[in-house]
């Protein structure tokens, strides 16, 4: 079966310090990755995308960036953060072919920027 | 741009009711949707996912229900339980590999 990893669970970080949260998947091959952000009072949000390594689409311009360096690994990342990057950080997958295309989540990451 | 809105934002029930959670979206071209459930501070599990040819699906006491020419979906729960508290997500797909949420209904299943 079908395991994704999130990590740290949570995360206190000041303003202006960098950022690395990794998401991992076991048991498929080449799977479609994607990273949320829930904000408090607002619905998901998807900031990125990955259909293979190295491929990033970006939903939202910000101060994020995503990458895929091995094919069931996918990072977020930031050089410096900001108040509003505070909220709770989902990575999910998906099966990159047939159906039903359904998509599943991670624990999930909480962060707050102080 | 597709908007997706869920009614009520909360809901609070007595044990063993049956109940109806609703989902509408602006734009009927849609690949699937998925309901999703959220306990307080975790991530979200998969409840129930319909094709865009389908018209329902079953999971034990969950039936969701999918109109796309209307651009609606329900949640029907039989005989809520204590457990079933939770918000409850719709998600839908369109051509791209976006889900667009609604931002959720909050139910409250009292003993």
């Known amino acids: 079966s079908q395991t994704i990893h999130q990590w740290p669970a949570t995360l206190v970080q000041p303003v202006g310090s960098p950022l690395s949260l990794e998401c991992t998947v076991e048991g498929t091959s080449n799977p479609n990755l994607y990273w949320y952000r829930q904000a408090a009072g607002r619905g998901l949000q998807l900031l990125f995308y990955?259909?293979?390594?190295?491929?990033i689409s970006s939903e939202v311009p910000q101060n994020l960036s995503a990458s895929r360096p091995q094919d069931r690994q996918f990072i977020l990342s930031s050089k410096k953060l900001l108040l509003s990057d505070s909220g709770f950080y989902l990575c999910?997958?998906?099966?990159?072919?047939?159906?039903?295309?359904?998509?599943?989540f991670g624990p999930g990451t909480r962060l707050t920027v102080l | 741009k597709q908007e997706v809105t869920q009614i009520p934002a909360a809901l609070s029930v007595p044990e063993g009711e049956n109940l109806v959670l609703n989902c509408s979206f602006t734009?009927?071209?849609?690949?699937?949707l998925q309901w999703f459930r959220q306990d307080p501070g975790k991530g979200l599990t998969s409840l129930l996912l319909?094709?865009?040819?389908?018209r329902e699906q079953t999971s034990g006491r969950l039936n969701a229900s999918l109109d796309k020419s209307s651009g609606r979906s329900t949640l029907y729960i039989a005989a809520s339980q204590p457990g079933d508290s939770a918000t409850y997500l719709c998600?839908?797909?369109?051509?791209?590999?976006?889900?667009?949420f609604g931002k959720g209904t909050k139910l409250t299943v009292n003993p």
């Open positions: 319909i094709q865009s040819s389908q």
């Open positions: 990955s259909v293979g390594i190295g491929q």
């Open positions: 734009d009927s071209a849609i690949y699937n």
């Open positions: 999910a997958w998906s099966r990159s072919w047939g159906l039903p295309n359904e998509q599943f």
């Open positions: 998600a839908v797909k369109g051509g791209s590999e976006k889900l667009v």
